[in-house]
């Protein structure tokens, strides 16, 4: 079993930055996918980015540039780097890990609310 706790969401001016942070407990953090979700109201929650052990990053089109996730395996969290933020980046941002032999997205943690004023 993994707890995932999030933290580092606020309020925020559009062309700001944030850094999420979510800190996993439990051993073997490195061999689990590390990923972020959001979900902004009315709307479905959709993928933002993906760190596995590989090392292959990916990103939704819609944060591009802006947004870097990073790990770092021997505090077992996940950052998730935020800038540039525009007001429909507005969402509870969730963290999730996974593996091939639990799931994808198996553990997800409670998330952290993002508000960006225009």
Known sequence: QVQLVESGGSLVQAGGSLRLSCRASGRRFSTYSMAWFRQAPGKEREFVARFPPSGIITYADSVKGRFTISRDNAKNTVYLQMNS????????????AGSIYVGSHAYWGQGTQVTVSS
């Open 85 to 96: 933020l525009k007001p429909e980046d507005t969402a509870v941002y969730y963290c999730t």
